[in-house]
C-alpha cells in the first residue's frame, strides 16, 4: 500500500476570533482496497503532528482512493462526527456501520468515476447537512445507494439540507408499523428538509419481511425530471408494504416556492417478490407556500392522496389507470396539472378543509373532474361545505342546459350521501354581473352551473369562500 498526506492550514475566521472553532482541513489519499477511519485517523495524528486528533463537527476531510479494484471497504464510520466529507474514488465505496449507531456528517460530496455501479453506505442511522453526489458509477442508471437492495438498509437517514446528484437506491427503515400511524412523521425513516433533485431514477425498496407495514418518507420537496419507483423484492406473500411520503417544504425550499417531479412514479416487482408496494402521498407544506407538483404520465400512487397544506397538482391525464385510494381533505388546495378534462379515480373523498381546484376550458366546453369508486363525504366531526374553486372562462357554464339543466358533472360516484347544498365554490364576475355556482348531487353525481344569485345566496357563497380560506390558513399554523 502506499499512502500519501497533504496537510492543509486551519482557516481561522472572525467567527473563530469570536470563539467558535473553524474547521480543520485534512486529506487522506490511499491506493488501499480496504481501509478505516481508524486508519485515516492514525495518520493524520501523524503526519499533521496532532496526537490528540479526533473526527469531530471542526473537521472538513477529503479521502482519495486510487485503488483500481472494482469495490473497496471503508470501515469505522460507527459514531464519526465531521463538518464535511470528499470522496474522490476510482472505485466504487461500501461504507458499513453497526445498526443503533450514528454518522453525523455536515455535507457529503462524492465522486466515484469509473466503475461501473454505484457507491453505498449500510446499517445504523446516518445524519447529513447536505448531499452532492457529482459522480458515481459509469452506468447509466448508477447512482449512489443509501442501503442495499439485497444485503443491507439503513435504520434511518436524516439530511437537513438538500440531496442532489446520482441518487439511485433507497433501503431505509427497519421500523414499520402495522396500520398507518401519523405520529411516525416526528421519527421518519427518511427526513429529507430540504429538496431532493436525482440524475438518475431513484428506487426505493423492499427486501426482507421486517419491512411488513407502514414506512414513512419526508422530503421538503421533489424537484427532477426522473422517475421514482417502488420495489417489492420479498416472496413472502404475507409481506405487504405501504410506503408514505410527505412533502412537507416551504416557499423558500426551492425557486420561486414551485417543485416540480416530472417523471414517473411507479411499482413494481422483482424476482421472486409477490406484493406490489402501495405508495401514498401526503401535502403539508409548513408555511402553506409550497406548490409541489406531480406531472408523470405514470402515477400509480394507490394508497391515498392526503392534503393538509400547501398546494399538490397532480396529472389528472396521466395513464396508469389505478384508483388511488382516497383523497383527504384537510387544508391547502389540491388540483391538475395538466390541461383542463382531465378525471382522476379514487375511492372516497373525505373532507374537512381545503380547496379542490378545478380548470374550466370554454373552448371545449369541458372541465376537470373526479371519478369516486365511492362516494364523498365529510371527515367525522366536520361541517364544512366541500369546496371547489373553479377557474377559467366559466361563461359556458351560466345558466347551462347541460344534463337537463344540471350542467356539467364534476364527481362521478357509486352512492350519493351529501345533499346539493353541501357544496359550495367560487364567485364567478363576467361582464360586470356576479354569478354563483349551484350544484345538484344526484344518485350518479354531482353536477354544477353558474347562475344569477338571489342576495342572500351571494352572502352563502362570500360565507362559504371565508369559511375555506380560514381553515387553509388554521392548517397552516400548526
Same mark, same amino acid.
Not at 411516525?184 to 431513484?202: H, Q
Not at 372562462?393 to 356539467?408: A, H, M
Given at each position: 500500500?502506499?499512502?500519501?498526506?497533504?496537510?492543509?492550514?486551519?482557516?481561522?475566521?472572525?467567527?473563530?476570533?469570536?470563539?467558535?472553532?473553524?474547521?480543520?482541513?485534512?486529506?487522506? %489519499?490511499?491506493?488501499?482496497?480496504?481501509?478505516?477511519?481508524?486508519?485515516?485517523?492514525?495518520?493524520?495524528?501523524?503526519?499533521?503532528?496532532?496526537?490528540?486528533?479526533?473526527?469531530?463537527?471542526?473537521?472538513?476531510?477529503?479521502?482519495?482512493?486510487?485503488?483500481?479494484?472494482?469495490?473497496?471497504?471503508?470501515?469505522?464510520?460507527? &459514531?464519526?462526527?465531521?463538518?464535511?466529507?470528499?470522496?474522490?474514488?476510482?472505485?466504487?465505496?461500501?461504507?458499513?456501520?453497526?445498526?443503533?449507531?450514528?454518522?453525523?456528517? &455536515?455535507?457529503?460530496?462524492?465522486?466515484?468515476?469509473?466503475?461501473?455501479? &454505484?457507491?453505498?453506505?449500510?446499517?445504523?442511522?446516518?445524519?447529513?447537512?447536505?448531499?452532492? #453526489?457529482?459522480?458515481?458509477?459509469?452506468?447509466?442508471?448508477?447512482?449512489? +445507494?443509501?442501503?442495499?437492495?439485497?444485503?443491507?438498509?439503513?435504520?434511518?437517514?436524516?439530511?437537513?439540507?438538500?440531496?442532489?446528484?446520482?441518487? @439511485?437506491?433507497?433501503?431505509?427503515?427497519?421500523?414499520?408499523? =402495522?396500520?398507518?400511524?401519523?405520529?411516525?412523521?416526528?421519527?421518519?425513516?427518511?427526513?429529507?428538509? *430540504?429538496?431532493?433533485?436525482?440524475?438518475?431514477?431513484?428506487?426505493?425498496?423492499?427486501?426482507?419481511?421486517?419491512?411488513? *407495514?407502514?414506512?414513512?418518507?419526508?422530503?421538503?420537496?421533489?424537484?427532477?425530471?426522473?422517475?421514482?419507483?417502488?420495489?417489492?423484492? +420479498?416472496?413472502?406473500?404475507?409481506?405487504? %408494504?405501504?410506503?408514505?411520503?410527505?412533502?412537507?417544504?416551504?416557499?423558500?425550499?426551492?425557486? /420561486? &416556492?414551485?417543485?416540480?417531479?416530472?417523471?414517473?412514479?411507479?411499482?413494481?416487482?422483482?424476482?421472486?417478490?409477490?406484493? =406490489?408496494?402501495?405508495?401514498?402521498?401526503?401535502?403539508? !407544506?409548513?408555511? *402553506?407556500?409550497?406548490?409541489?407538483?406531480?406531472?408523470?404520465?405514470?402515477?400509480? #400512487?394507490?394508497?391515498?392522496?392526503?392534503? %393538509?397544506?400547501?398546494?399538490?397538482? #397532480?396529472?389528472?391525464?396521466?395513464?396508469?389507470?389505478?384508483?388511488?385510494?382516497?383523497?383527504?381533505?384537510?387544508?391547502?388546495?389540491?388540483? !391538475?396539472?395538466?390541461?383542463?378534462?382531465?378525471?382522476?379515480?379514487?375511492?372516497?373523498?373525505?373532507?374537512?378543509?381545503?380547496?379542490?381546484?378545478?380548470?374550466?376550458?370554454?373552448?371545449?366546453?369541458?372541465?376537470?373532474?373526479?371519478?369516486?369508486? /365511492? %362516494?364523498?363525504?365529510?371527515?367525522?366531526?366536520?361541517?364544512?361545505?366541500?369546496?371547489?374553486?373553479? @377557474?377559467?372562462?366559466?361563461?359556458?357554464?351560466?345558466?347551462?342546459?347541460?344534463?337537463?339543466?344540471? *350542467?356539467?358533472?364534476?364527481? !362521478?360516484?357509486?352512492?350519493?350521501?351529501?345533499?346539493?347544498?353541501?357544496?359550495?365554490?367560487?364567485?364567478?364576475?363576467?361582464a360586470g354581473d356576479t354569478y354563483v355556482a349551484q350544484f345538484t348531487s344526484e344518485s350518479d353525481g354531482l353536477y354544477v352551473k353558474y347562475v344569477v344569485p338571489e342576495p342572500a345566496e351571494v352572502a352563502l357563497a362570500i360565507g362559504a369562500l371565508a369559511l375555506a380560506s380560514a381553515l387553509c390558513r388554521r392548517r397552516n399554523r400548526k
Open positions: 500500500m502506499n499512502t500519501h498526506y497533504l496537510k492543509f492550514a486551519s482557516l481561522l475566521s472572525s467567527a473563530a476570533l469570536a470563539g467558535v472553532c473553524a474547521a480543520n482541513s485534512y486529506e487522506y %489519499t490511499t491506493d488501499a482496497n480496504a481501509f478505516s477511519f481508524s486508519d485515516v485517523q492514525s495518520a493524520i495524528r501523524t503526519e499533521y503532528s496532532e496526537p490528540d486528533f479526533t473526527f469531530n463537527d471542526t473537521v472538513d476531510l477529503t479521502i482519495n482512493s486510487n485503488s483500481p479494484e472494482e469495490q473497496l471497504s471503508l470501515s469505522g464510520a460507527s &459514531g464519526i462526527s465531521l463538518n464535511s466529507l470528499t470522496v474522490n474514488a476510482t472505485s466504487r465505496i461500501r461504507m458499513g456501520v453497526s445498526d443503533n449507531t450514528t454518522v453525523r456528517i &455536515g455535507e457529503l460530496i462524492w465522486t466515484q468515476a469509473t466503475q461501473k455501479w &454505484g457507491s453505498r453506505i449500510l446499517g445504523g442511522n446516518w445524519e447529513f447537512g447536505n448531499v452532492n #453526489i457529482i459522480q458515481d458509477g459509469t452506468e447509466t442508471s448508477a447512482g449512489f +445507494c443509501f442501503g442495499e437492495a439485497t444485503t443491507g438498509a439503513l435504520q434511518s437517514l436524516k439530511i437537513s439540507g438538500n440531496l442532489t446528484g446520482k441518487i @439511485s437506491q433507497f433501503r431505509v427503515g427497519k421500523n414499520p408499523t =402495522a396500520a398507518y400511524d401519523a405520529s411516525r412523521w416526528n421519527s421518519a425513516d427518511i427526513d429529507i428538509g *430540504g429538496y431532493m433533485s436525482s440524475l438518475v431514477s431513484a428506487t426505493f425498496y423492499t427486501y426482507e419481511t421486517f419491512e411488513n *407495514g407502514h414506512m414513512y418518507y419526508k422530503f421538503g420537496a421533489i424537484n427532477q425530471s426522473h422517475n421514482l419507483g417502488a420495489q417489492n423484492r +420479498c416472496p413472502d406473500e404475507s409481506v405487504f %408494504t405501504t410506503m408514505n411520503f410527505m412533502i412537507t417544504g416551504n416557499r423558500n425550499t426551492v425557486s /420561486g &416556492g414551485v417543485a416540480t417531479m416530472s417523471g414517473d412514479f411507479t411499482t413494481s416487482v422483482y424476482g421472486s417478490g409477490v406484493n =406490489a408496494i402501495t405508495i401514498a402521498l401526503f401535502m403539508n !407544506s409548513s408555511d *402553506g407556500q409550497l406548490t409541489q407538483i406531480f406531472s408523470g404520465n405514470n402515477l400509480q #400512487i394507490t394508497g391515498g392522496i392526503t392534503v %393538509t397544506s400547501g398546494t399538490l397538482l #397532480i396529472n389528472f391525464r396521466e395513464t396508469s389507470g389505478r384508483n388511488h385510494g382516497n383523497l383527504t381533505m384537510e387544508g391547502g388546495r389540491f388540483g !391538475s396539472t395538466a390541461a383542463a378534462g382531465g378525471n382522476f379515480l379514487f375511492t372516497d373523498l373525505v373532507y374537512s378543509g381545503g380547496a379542490i381546484a378545478l380548470a374550466v376550458d370554454a373552448a371545449n366546453e369541458t372541465v376537470d373532474s373526479l371519478t369516486l369508486s /365511492g %362516494t364523498a363525504m365529510l371527515a367525522e366531526g366536520s361541517n364544512a361545505k366541500i369546496y371547489f374553486d373553479f @377557474s377559467g372562462d366559466i361563461d359556458w357554464l351560466i345558466d347551462s342546459e347541460l344534463n337537463d339543466g344540471k *350542467g356539467v358533472k364534476i364527481v !362521478s360516484w357509486d352512492s350519493k350521501t351529501l345533499e346539493s347544498d353541501q357544496f359550495a365554490a367560487n364567485i364567478y364576475e363576467s
